[in-house]
C-alpha cells in the first residue's frame, strides 16, 4: 500500500525557516518524481513544486510564489522527500501535502494527509 | 503560467442529478489535464488523468472528456459521497496548476 506521511509542520515566524520531510513507504521511491503542493486556509490548492527522479536528472521545477525561497530534496534511500522553507512570510500559512507524480508521472496520485505551516509572530 | 478556470465556481444539485463541471485552459495543453475531487480536512483524491482515463477504485458515474483547451467532469448520477470540491489541474507545463475548485452543494 502507498503510503505519504508529512512532517515538520508547525507554527514559525515570519523570516524564519523550516523544513517538511515526506516519509514514503510502499513503491520504488526512487522511481517518481515527488511534488509539494498546499492549500491556505479556505482556499484552493497551489502547486509549490516538484523534484524529478534521478533518472531524470533529479532537477526541481518551482512555483513563482516560492522561488528562491524553498528548495526541494530527496534521498532515495531512506524514501523521504523535503520541502526547505526559507523567509516564510505569512502567505505561506498552508496545509503542504506531499504527493506523487508531477513529472513523467503526469498526475498526483498518491497524496499525505498534509502538514499545517503557521507563519505568525 | 497556464491559467485554468473552472465553471462554475459552485453548484447546488440533487441526489441522482446529472452534473457537469467545465474546466478551460489559457492555452492548448493537450490530454495534460487531471481532475481531484477534495472532502473538507481531508487530502485530494485522483479521480481522472489525462483527460479521461478513470483512476482505480473511482467508480464509473464520474467520466471525463475534452482536449485543447476544453475539458469536462462529468457525474452521471450523483451520490450523497459526491459532494465535495472539484479541481482540475494541468500538467502540460513544468509549471502545474490548478483551476479554482468547483463546490458541489446538496440542494
Known amino acids: 500500500e502507498v503510503q505519504l506521511v508529512e512532517s515538520g509542520g508547525g507554527l514559525v515566524q515570519p523570516g524564519r525557516s523550516l523544513r517538511l520531510s515526506c516519509t514514503a513507504s510502499?513503491?520504488?521511491?526512487?522511481?517518481?518524481?515527488m511534488s509539494w503542493v498546499r492549500q491556505a486556509p479556505g482556499k484552493g490548492l497551489e502547486w509549490v513544486g516538484f523534484?524529478?527522479?534521478?533518472?531524470?536528472?533529479?532537477?526541481?521545477e518551482y512555483a513563482a510564489s516560492v522561488k528562491g525561497r524553498f528548495t526541494i530534496s530527496r534521498d532515495d534511500s531512506k524514501s523521504i522527500a523535503y520541502l526547505q522553507m526559507n523567509s516564510l512570510k505569512t502567505e505561506d500559512t498552508a496545509v503542504y501535502y506531499c504527493?506523487?507524480?508531477?513529472?513523467?508521472?503526469?498526475?498526483?496520485?498518491?497524496w499525505g494527509q498534509g502538514t499545517l505551516v503557521t507563519v505568525s509572530s | 503560467d497556464i491559467q485554468m478556470t473552472q465553471s462554475p465556481s459552485s453548484l447546488s444539485a440533487s441526489v441522482g442529478d446529472r452534473v457537469t463541471i467545465t474546466c478551460r485552459a489559457s492555452?492548448?495543453?493537450?490530454?495534460?489535464l487531471n481532475w481531484y475531487q477534495q472532502k473538507p480536512g481531508k487530502a485530494p483524491k485522483l479521480l481522472i488523468y489525462?483527460?479521461?482515463s478513470l483512476q482505480s477504485g473511482v467508480p464509473s458515474r464520474f467520466s471525463g472528456s475534452g482536449s485543447g483547451t476544453d475539458f469536462t467532469l462529468t457525474i452521471s448520477s450523483l451520490q450523497p459521497e459526491d459532494f465535495a470540491t472539484y479541481y482540475c489541474q494541468q500538467s502540460y507545463s513544468t509549471h502545474i496548476t490548478f483551476g479554482q475548485g468547483t463546490r458541489l452543494e446538496i440542494k
Open positions: 489525462a483527460a479521461s
Open positions: 504527493t506523487r507524480g508531477g513529472y513523467e508521472l503526469w498526475q498526483f496520485d498518491y
Open positions: 523534484i524529478r527522479s534521478k533518472a531524470y536528472g533529479g532537477t526541481t
Open positions: 492555452q492548448s495543453i493537450s490530454s495534460y
Open positions: 510502499g513503491f520504488t521511491f526512487g522511481d517518481y518524481a
